[in-house]
């Protein structure tokens, strides 16, 4: 995994806004574009380390409802608590169609399994073509957490076997990406905003959940060495009171003790900005690696340069200068048919958060950095 020890470099979370030109998303000729420019606009936009923007994909988790078997029974929509404290803005929230169909998906049927490597290879194809080995890519993977939040379970005895059926399927595609040589971040929502998920549950209890849902993901990337390993852990990717969220300091320090060697989170939006003092009370681990997001991806402002280099200044007071690369709270474009943010405001973002990094790196390292 690219880091550095001379400046802040720059990523992000996944999901990018489709290119206007990417009519449909099952047109091998038309993605492959679509991944070029894709590329192009993010070394455009000063991101050092950057990836495909998802654009195969129809959103980061239920897109391998086409690439696992299992996957064919009844919509099961989410529920999530604390919106009923708010019933007028939760009811303008839901009524949007687009919104409706995200909360709604096929629930898990049958026997789960990865039924060939076709798609996620031509989407490695594409990646490495658009980068020409010039920077450091990765490429996103749902977490089996994620599946088991997004896709209920019908068919398995447990949560449990249901978690590493899961886990067992989705190391076809870890590996894959792995063995291109890309570096695999796992995407796991769930470690947090399951919390606001389902029914209330203990701090105790959910650390369990949480727990157990690492454990899946140390079994499914047991054959990939943790510095090629990054993980996505948030609040859910959307504008609302997130007045429930559980606090990062809660369930940190399993996700630090978890394989991967560097973990993102958000930490850019009202809600969550001023959980950089977790890392005041908690170590980083050797070896381990920050991405805090210091852009929010859920408003269309976009950060003033000075801002994202306050927030990376923060962050390396207290975990170190060199263990700390600039983000995303999350993706910009998690659902493709639901895009919040106006694509070219996306991309200005990106660049203010570049600028920001230069920033912060020359106050951090001195004027010749960035």
Request: hydrophobic residues 40%; charged residues 25%.
């Amino acid at each position: 995994m690219k880091t550095s020890t001379e400046r802040i470099l720059t990523t992000h979370t996944g999901s990018l806004p489709r290119p206007e030109s990417l009519d449909d998303r099952h047109d091998p000729k038309a993605v492959r574009a679509a991944v070029e420019e894709t590329v192009r606009r993010q070394l455009d936009a000063g991101v050092d380390i950057v990836n495909d923007g998802e654009v195969s994909k129809p959103s980061y988790a239920t897109y391998v409802t086409e690439r696992l078997s299992g996957f064919t029974g009844e919509r099961s929509p989410l529920q999530m608590r604390g919106f009923d404290i708010f019933p007028e803005f939760a009811q303008k929230t839901f009524a949007d169609p687009a919104m409706a169909s995200i909360m709604a998906n096929p629930s898990c049927d049958g026997p789960v399994a990865y039924l060939d490597r076709s798609m996620v290879e031509a989407d490695i194809a594409n990646l490495r073509a658009a980068a020409d080995g010039a920077t450091d890519t990765f490429m996103s993977a749902a977490s089996p957490g994620v599946i088991e939040m997004f896709m209920a379970n019908r068919y398995y005895p447990s949560t449990e076997e249901y978690l590493f059926a899961l886990a067992d399927a989705m190391k076809e595609e870890y590996d894959a990406i792995h063995q291109a040589g890309l570096v695999v971040q796992l995407d796991c929502p769930d470690l947090a905003c399951e919390w606001a998920i389902g029914p209330e549950v203990t701090k105790a209890e959910f650390r369990q959940v949480v727990a157990r849902r690492l454990e899946a993901i140390d079994y499914a990337t047991r054959d990939i060495p943790p510095d090629r390993l990054r993980i996505h852990l948030c609040w859910g990717n959307y504008e609302g009171p997130h007045q429930i969220d559980v606090p990062l300091a809660d369930i940190i320090d399993l996700v630090l003790a978890a394989r991967p060697t560097a973990v993102s989170f958000e930490g850019a939006n009202p809600r969550h900005e001023h959980e950089w003092k977790v890392f005041e009370e908690v170590k980083l681990p050797e070896g381990k690696v920050i991405i805090p997001g210091v852009l929010d991806s859920t408003t269309n402002y976009i950060e003033h340069p000075e801002l994202v280099a306050q927030r990376l200044v923060r962050y390396a007071s207290v975990v170190g200068r060199s263990n700390v690369i600039a983000g995303s709270d999350c993706g910009f474009a998690t659902f493709a048919a639901f895009v919040p943010i106006d694509p070219k405001i996306t991309w200005a973002k990106l660049a203010a958060m570049a600028d920001g990094a230069r920033l912060a790196s020359r106050e951090l390292w001195g004027a010749a950095a960035g």
